[in-house]
């Protein structure tokens, strides 16, 4: 195998290979064909490898989509190359057209979505290890300008990516640092059949303009323009890589999951980055149940602005697809959108005739405990309470929060709407539905459960019998 010499794009590639540990010895790749001079020079090239240089099986896939009728032609010419380097063969034919006037789709997109789908059906069928592709360097200019006009991030800057897994199948690109004239000259020396894609020369498509307008326009600027925009996707490439890990273990770090939450504290997200920050809130949306768009620059900054602000500091914004992200001071939570109508409950609390008074609140997730003691300790925090037995006015009710309620606070000259003594205290709003409001029989709020207690039945020396009631 080593006494052959190569070509030289085959030394390159077979290099690149090795940089990028895009393939090993005995690997099954599913080689994309379009009958094009850079997707047959790419099955041309792998197959040179596989002979001469590194053990190979390779299958040929063929899409046949169906647009045009040279499309008949060209699967015949793919068909018989294959069959002329003895390398398995296999094609679809769509009706492309049919299938975007029922799904209303894009026409580029629909395309790419039903082939990626043939092959990894072929990649599955032949327990295939990689799908190499034919992305070359014109390519992959293309793409980084198209994502520049279109306003993309460090991640659409860095362009198509030389590998990556989907579906666990290794997507490979190994021409990518190759460009399409050279691609073109391969085939030439080697006699080659390829046909060339009318479509391409279509301007409507936005890719093709970049292709026949822009790219030459600004080249008379740069006569390098290609190799500058595939050095800048590289360098980009690299330190969205690693930018990406570093989000992905701060995500691990800082993100507390639940089965239909996701939440994290805002004083450790403001000291990270700007950066890291918006890449953070990326990594949560993309975790969501969600379309491919939904994590867009906008809706990003509108979260981080929010988290990092002074004020306010509760807040709750819908950010679409049934989702909600709300911060109640220092957490930031990413929920699904629920009513904000609650259940109102009301249970009642006859004079205890046992020392012990048991209720158990399984819709807010509380027990109170009622002891009938003698001698008592102070209350060693808010989740206690103590009352003068004799100045309780019975029965007692425990119920939810109502608009409007107010309560007379100890220490406090008059009453204090509910809802001010939760933002004191720091309740986040999404928890005060779910304390009760323990009345005595006059309707008096005397007691908020772990939160403050009223000015009514007092203890004092002269109290004989004492309430205590806790949460537990």
Same mark, same amino acid.
């Given at each position: 195998?080593?006494?052959?010499?190569?070509?030289?794009?085959?030394?390159?590639?077979?290099?690149?290979?090795?940089?990028?540990?895009?393939?090993?010895?005995?690997?099954?790749?599913?080689?994309?064909?379009?009958?094009?001079? =850079?997707?047959?020079?790419?099955?041309?090239?792998?197959?040179?490898?596989?002979? +001469?240089?590194?053990?190979?099986?390779?299958?040929?896939?063929?899409?046949?989509?169906?647009?045009?009728?040279?499309?008949?032609?060209?699967?015949?010419?793919?068909?018989?190359?294959?069959?002329?380097?003895?390398?398995?063969?296999?094609?679809?034919?769509?009706?492309?057209? !049919?299938?975007?006037?029922?799904?209303?789709?894009?026409?580029?997109?629909?395309?790419?979505?039903?082939?990626?789908?043939?092959?990894?059906?072929? /990649?599955?069928?032949?327990?295939?290890?990689?799908?190499?592709?034919?992305?070359?360097?014109?390519?992959? /200019?293309?793409?980084?300008?198209?994502?520049? %006009?279109?306003?993309?991030?460090?991640?659409?800057?860095?362009?198509? #990516?030389? #590998?990556?897994?989907?579906?666990?199948?290794?997507?490979?690109?190994?021409?990518?640092?190759?460009?399409?004239?050279?691609?073109?000259?391969?085939?030439?020396?080697?006699?080659?059949? +390829?046909?060339?894609?009318?479509?391409?020369?279509?301007?409507?498509?936005?890719?093709?303009?970049?292709?026949?307008?822009?790219?030459? @326009?600004?080249?008379?600027?740069?006569?390098?323009?290609?190799?500058?925009?595939?050095?800048?996707?590289?360098?980009?490439?690299?330190?969205? &890589?690693?930018?990406?890990?570093? /989000?992905?273990?701060? @995500?691990?770090?800082?993100?507390?999951?639940?089965? &239909?939450?996701?939440?994290?504290?805002?004083?450790?997200?403001?000291?990270?980055?700007?950066?890291?920050?918006?890449?953070?809130? !990326?990594?949560?949306?993309?975790?969501?149940?969600?379309?491919?768009?939904?994590?867009?620059?906008?809706?990003?900054?509108?979260?981080?602005?929010?988290?990092?602000? /002074?004020?306010?500091?509760?807040?709750?914004?819908?950010?679409?697809?049934?989702?909600?992200?709300?911060?109640?001071?220092?957490?930031?939570?990413?929920?699904?959108?629920?009513?904000?109508?609650?259940?109102? +409950?009301?249970?009642?609390? =006859?004079?205890?005739?046992?020392?012990?008074?048991?209720?158990?609140?399984?819709?807010?997730?509380?027990?109170?405990?009622?002891?009938? %003691?003698? =001698?008592?300790?102070?209350?060693?925090?808010?989740?206690?309470?103590?009352?003068?037995?004799?100045?309780?006015?019975?029965?007692?009710?425990?119920?939810?929060?109502?608009?409007?309620?107010?309560?007379?606070?100890?220490?406090?000259?008059?009453?204090? #709407?509910? !809802?001010?003594?939760?933002?004191?205290?720091?309740?986040?709003?999404?928890?005060?539905?779910?304390?009760?409001?323990?009345?005595?029989?006059?309707?008096?709020?005397?007691?908020?459960?772990?939160?403050?207690?009223?000015?009514?039945?007092?203890?004092?020396?002269?109290?004989?019998?004492?309430?205590?009631?806790?949460?537990?």
């Amino acid at each position: 195998m080593e006494g052959r010499k190569l070509e030289p794009t085959v030394m390159q590639i077979a290099a690149m290979a090795e940089e990028f540990d895009l393939w090993k010895p005995g690997y099954r790749i599913v080689v994309a064909v379009s009958g094009g001079a =850079d997707s047959v020079a790419l099955l041309h090239i792998l197959h040179q490898i596989a002979l +001469y240089r590194t053990p190979l099986t390779l299958i040929c896939a063929h899409v046949h989509h169906g647009f045009r009728t040279e499309s008949d032609d060209e699967a015949v010419l793919v068909k018989k190359y294959a069959e002329s380097l003895h390398i398995p063969f296999e094609m679809v034919q769509l009706d492309m057209p !049919k299938y975007i006037k029922e799904s209303g789709r894009n026409a580029q997109d629909a395309a790419r979505e039903k082939r990626y789908a043939f092959l990894h059906e072929v /990649a599955a069928k032949y327990e295939a290890n990689s799908i190499a592709l034919a992305h070359h360097a014109d390519d992959q /200019a293309e793409t980084v300008l198209l994502h520049m %006009l279109r306003g993309s991030g460090a991640s659409g800057l860095s362009g198509i #990516k030389m #590998k990556r897994i989907e579906k666990n199948v290794e997507l490979i690109r190994p021409c990518l640092r190759i460009t399409k004239t050279d691609l073109v000259q391969v085939c030439e020396k080697a006699g080659l059949p +390829y046909v060339t894609d009318s479509s391409n020369m279509n301007r409507k498509y936005l890719r093709n303009a970049i292709r026949l307008d822009v790219l030459p @326009f600004l080249g008379q600027y740069n006569g390098q323009l290609t190799e500058s925009l595939h050095r800048m996707a590289e360098v980009i490439g690299a330190e969205d &890589d690693y930018l990406e890990a570093t /989000a992905k273990q701060t @995500f691990s770090d800082m993100v507390y999951k639940t089965e &239909d939450q996701l939440t994290f504290q805002v004083p450790a997200f403001k000291v990270l980055h700007v950066a890291l920050q918006r890449r953070l809130i !990326k990594l949560i949306l993309n975790y969501l149940p969600s379309n491919d768009d939904f994590a867009t620059f906008s809706r990003i900054e509108s979260i981080r602005k929010g988290a990092v602000q /002074a004020e306010p500091t509760t807040w709750i914004l819908d950010i679409g697809q049934g989702v909600v992200c709300m911060r109640e001071y220092n957490r930031i939570t990413f929920t699904a959108r629920k009513s904000t109508v609650s259940e109102h +409950y009301s249970y009642q609390l =006859d004079f205890p005739d046992e020392d012990r008074y048991h209720l158990y609140l399984n819709e807010i997730e509380r027990t109170i405990h009622l002891v009938n %003691l003698k =001698d008592v300790r102070r209350p060693i925090s808010a989740i206690e309470a103590h009352f003068d037995m004799s100045q309780l006015i019975w029965p007692l009710t425990v119920r939810s929060r109502l608009p409007g309620d107010t309560m007379k606070v100890m220490g406090l000259n008059g009453s204090k #709407k509910v !809802k001010d003594i939760f933002i004191d205290a720091k309740i986040p709003p999404s928890l005060r539905s779910r304390i009760p409001l323990v009345c005595d029989g006059a309707g008096n709020i005397i007691w908020i459960p772990g939160v403050r207690r009223s000015i009514h039945a007092l203890v004092t020396e002269q109290s004989a019998q004492i309430l205590e009631m806790r949460i537990e």
